[in-house]
């Protein structure tokens, strides 16, 4: 299948394209500037295309990602070059508009799917991410696209346009006005983060965070998203109407109207003790690694970058509220904490099983014949610096005494000290060593 990305030379249009080139497919991106699509086509595998057009007639799926202003164009531009058959996406962040243009030139016997992905280009993966899916027709391609996005366990949501755009009024539009009115008064006020943080409380902490992932992105989507969306503007006027009420409540000291107000505001939220719950893990899950972190310093640890998806295994050498530094090998490498997460110990083992060199010891050790060797198999396979244990040959002939069995183990440690310390924990499980 050949997919186009209309726009794929950076972010999501970008993301998109990387993730289905590794899934296989044949991508083709477009972009504006020639040097940079080839310089992204080349940096990802796939095939960069100048002419938006030629690119749409050559596939078989057409994914409009281009700005939210520019988007109705593009899709008058490409839609007729759908091939018979074939389907036609968008995936910005307002649905009423694009839908109604794709219904007005798709081409005959091509269908058009309208879409909305609710993350940006900083995600590993689809898991757990929400999909939102808008189609007007009757379209063979839902259910294939649908069985897609489940497959990579995303959350899919199938609405029709008015309603998505009803709905991120509110999850974006309101959300994200507010976010950036409160950071846009910090810095209007001069306040100091960094010093503010030592202040505060870990709500506080996960707000700022949540805050300077709205106001990092590009504040040229961020205006795109607040002025295209057709509730926008009633959303962000009942948003001030009704903090300026606040306000006045405060001003003139009416305690009661108030309290009402905010008891009437947390009555509205679907369950208080669930958004509890949840803010609760987030806080303890921030704090509980940078335990893990402190408790590690002095040992081998395995940290992969969240973005890049990388792993760096080394000793951890010391460890701040904000950055990490391990040894690997010779170098010595410092992280954001906020970049990276630990491995546990069974994903260490198993990144060090598919990607360290390994050796292969057999060992030959006699038991009590009342031994399990499926049971010595595995527990050897759980220890430390093991990459396998398999139990190749089980012997109870002459030189063994009766009562008793020999089993041999073939196991795979990544180096000579894993060896020792395995016949060492054989022979202290009452084993003789042959």
């Known amino acids: 299948m050949i997919v186009s990305i209309i726009g794929g030379t950076r972010g999501l ?3 998109i394209a990387r993730f289905l080139k590794k899934e296989g497919l044949r991508v083709i991106i477009t972009g504006r500037d020639h040097d940079a699509g080839m310089e992204a086509a080349s940096r990802i595998g796939v095939e960069y295309c100048g002419d938006n057009v030629q690119a749409a007639s050559r596939a078989d799926v057409v994914v409009v990602s281009v700005p939210i202003d520019v988007t109705a164009d593009v899709i008058r531009e490409v839609a007729p070059q759908v091939r018979k058959g ?4 968008d995936v910005t962040s307002v649905k009423e ?70 709905m991120m009024s509110v999850v974006q539009v309101l959300t994200h006005f ?9 810095e209007a006020e001069g306040v100091d983060i ?48 009704t903090a300026s009420e606040l306000n006045e409540m405060l001003s ?29 893990k987030a806080i303890e899950a921030l704090n509980e690694e940078l335990k893990i972190l402190k408790d590690s310093v002095g040992g081998e640890v395995g940290l992969r970058h969240i973005y890049s998806g990388k792993v760096h295994v080394g000793v951890l050498e010391s460890v701040t509220p904000d950055y990490a530094t391990l040894r690997e090998g010779k170098r010595l490498l410092r992280f954001k904490i906020s970049n990276i997460r630990v491995l546990s110990d069974d994903e260490l083992q198993m990144w060090k099983a598919e990607n360290l060199p390994t050796r292969v010891y057999d060992i030959s050790a006699v038991f009590p014949d009342t031994v399990a060797p499926h049971v010595i198999e595995y527990l050897t396979g759980l220890l430390d610096g093991v990459a396998g244990s398999e139990v190749v040959d089980v012997y109870s002939g002459p030189q063994i005494p009766d ?4 089993l041999t183990l ?11 310390r395995v016949r060492e924990i054989l022979e202290g499980m009452g084993a003789r060593i042959r």
């Open 252 to 280: 003139d000291g009416r305690m009661d109207e108030f309290v009402s107000r905010m008891g009437l505001a947390a009555k509205n939220i679907d369950d208080v003790e669930a958004s509890l719950g949840r803010s609760d």
């Open 97 to 166: 508009e694009p839908a109604r243009v794709m219904e007005e030139s798709i081409g005959d016997g091509a269908h058009h799917l309208p879409a909305h992905p609710m993350f940006g280009p900083r995600v590993s993966s689809l898991e757990g991410q929400v999909v939102v899916l808008t189609p007007t027709q009757e379209n063979p391609w839902v259910d294939t696209v649908i069985e897609f996005l489940e497959k990579h366990k995303a959350r899919v949501i199938v609405t029709d346009p008015a309603t998505h755009d009803r």
């Open 403 to 406: 009562g008793h069995v020999s």
């Open 178 to 186: 507010a976010y950036i009115s409160i950071a846009s008064t910090l």
């Open 194 to 241: 960094r010093e503010s943080r030592k202040f505060a409380s870990p709500i506080y902490n996960l707000m700022i965070d949540t805050i300077a992932r709205i106001v990092a992105q590009n504040p040229y989507l961020a205006y795109s998203i607040q002025i295209h969306n057709p509730h926008g503007q009633d959303m962000r006027d009942s948003f001030l109407r």
């Open 13 to 15: 249009g970008y993301w």
């Open 410 to 420: 073939r196991i795979r440690v990544f180096k000579r000290e894993d060896y020792e």
């Open 86 to 89: 074939g389907l036609l996406m």
